[in-house]
């Protein structure tokens, strides 16, 4: 147990989530693989194709902000920033430190809560079309980035980008 996650924040744009914040969970990427089952095989394999499937935001608000309800798109123009601002500590030293990961997508599924009574009701967002995402630890750098848009791949000590948008003569 190196580093623990204990408290976040969202910023939708330049909103800040905070006093709405109930949850969220963060993108993770999954490796894209296609099924082979060799002719005469005994045995299926999921072969890794080298891309990653989309990655998704999801998060719920206490409440209705219509300055987050409002960024409702259907477009890639359309985009939007959200950053989520971590406090993760070293259990070992006691060290504090700020992550930060940052994506630009839409908002393109909301479910707003059941209404009955009284109570605090609000929203859960999805944001997809995740063009761009990094994620950077304070003291450690890049942990991992990803561009549509250049065709890059940075992060977990490797770097996939670089070298097939050589070869592809993909300028990023």
């Known amino acids: 147990m190196d580093f623990v996650r204990l408290a976040g924040n969202l910023y939708c744009e330049d909103v800040n989530g905070w006093l ?3 949850r969220y969970k963060l993108p993770f990427p999954k490796v894209k693989t296609e099924n082979h089952l060799p002719g005469g095989g ?3 394999l999921d072969v890794p194709i080298g891309a990653i499937d989309p990655l998704t935001l999801s998060f719920d608000l ?3 902000n219509p300055a987050i309800l409002g960024q409702f798109g259907m477009r ?3 985009r939007k920033l959200y950053t989520i601002y971590e406090l993760i500590t070293d259990e070992k030293s006691g060290v504090k430190r700020e992550r930060i990961v940052t994506m630009r997508g839409l908002f393109a599924e909301g479910d707003a809560e059941e209404m009955s ?7 859960g967002y999805q944001i997809k079309a995740i ?3 990094e994620d950077v630890i304070e003291g450690y750098g890049i942990v991992a980035r990803f561009s549509f848009w250049t065709n890059t791949w940075q992060g977990y000590d490797i770097d996939v980008g ?3 948008n050589r070869i592809l003569r ?3």
């Open 76 to 78: 890639l123009a359309q």
């Open 62 to 64: 206490v409440g209705a």
């Open 131 to 133: 063009t761009d995402y």
């Open 162 to 164: 670089s070298e097939e």
């Open 20 to 22: 709405a914040l109930r």
């Open 170 to 172: 993909i300028s990023g």
């Open 42 to 44: 005994v045995m299926e």
């Open 117 to 123: 009574g009284r109570g605090l009701k609000g929203y």
